[in-house]
């Protein structure tokens, strides 16, 4: 007699604090034939501290599409299935979006058992406005989608929820502020854990911050949306510029760079190296 199709279950881990796993996705992922896991070593010790034994295999980034085709047609053949991440719940900014569409598409159940969150997490204690937001995960890394991304959250009236590694935190802060201007901001890192730290100021301020804290874990950002009671880009400078733009006008006035960018960065509040920096990117993209 043929078998039912299993069920795949997305279980939300957790973020830092390990009291934060329900008692409901602990009793999933005892039950289930087979766990998928974005890191299985990690996955482990999260295993062994729960006592929990159900086999383990990976599923990740680069493995998705031959190992998702797997994880189906054990789907398929009445298996039940639960997903992992790292952290949080699977599907977001991770591969495991991917390996929904392909089960669903297949026919096969999907049971999402909720949990932490560190975009949801991060924007409830922002001091933000959370009635309407925007997740935009993490930034495309250089080029022409990095830049058109900025744009469009340039003008984002919602309020925005982003996610940055600490090796980019830095850049990213200081494109923001170049973009952006003095707009309210909240950053937060090592949520949940010991040493958590949620700092709320403007995008010029967390910048510097972030400069005299060393980088430590990931990063949530949860950023003021624009609007006319809200301080935009162009409130970075007195003339209705943003910093780089203002510089760019400074030197077609026939001011030396180094002038342009001494004057706008004591306006702005964003590093002369950074904004040197930003700007001669700029000026590379159009040569």
């Known amino acids: 007699m043929p078998q039912g199709k299993g069920v795949l279950y997305l279980?939300?881990?957790?973020?830092g604090n390990l009291e934060d796993m329900s008692p409901r996705v602990l009793r999933v992922l005892g039950e289930v034939d087979l766990v998928a896991a974005e890191d299985t070593r990690h996955?482990?010790?999260l295993f062994s501290h729960f006592d929990i034994h159900t086999p383990l295999t990976s599923y990740h980034e680069h493995n998705k599409k031959s190992k998702g085709e797997n994880l189906?047609?054990?789907l398929l053949d009445g298996k039940n299935v639960a997903l992992v991440s790292d952290a949080g719940l699977p599907g977001i900014s991770d591969p495991g979006e991917e390996l929904v569409v392909l089960v669903t598409a297949a026919g096969v159940d999907v049971v999402p058992l909720p949990g932490p969150s560190a975009a949801l997490t991060a924007l409830v204690a922002s001091g933000l406005p959370t009635g309407r937001f925007v997740f935009e995960g993490f930034?495309?890394?250089r080029g022409k989608q990095r830049r058109q991304r900025l744009e469009e959250i340039k003008t984002e009236k919602r309020t925005i929820i982003l996610y940055e590694s600490p090796h980019r935190i830095k850049t990213t802060l200081t494109e923001l502020a170049a973009a952006l201007g003095g707009r309210r901001a909240a950053i937060a890192r090592e949520l949940t854990k010991k040493y958590e730290e949620i700092r709320r100021g403007t995008l010029p301020e967390l910048l510097e911050w972030c400069r005299a804290?060393?980088?430590r874990g990931e990063y949530t950002l949860v950023l003021e949306g624009a609007g006319e009671e809200m301080p935009a880009a162009e409130d970075m400078v007195p003339d209705g510029k943003t910093a780089v733009e203002r510089v760019l006008e400074l030197e077609s006035q026939s001011v030396a760079r180094n002038e342009a960018i001494k004057r706008v960065a004591r306006l702005s509040?964003?590093?002369r190296r950074e904004l040197y920096d930003l700007v001669a990117?700029?000026?590379d993209k159009d040569n």
Do not use: D, E, F, H
């Open 11 to 15: 279980c939300a881990t957790p973020i």
């Open 43 to 45: 996955t482990l010790k």
């Open 72 to 74: 189906l047609q054990q």
């Open 139 to 141: 930034l495309p890394v």
């Open 213 to 215: 804290n060393g980088p």
């Open 269 to 271: 509040g964003i590093n």
């Open 281 to 283: 990117r700029l000026k």
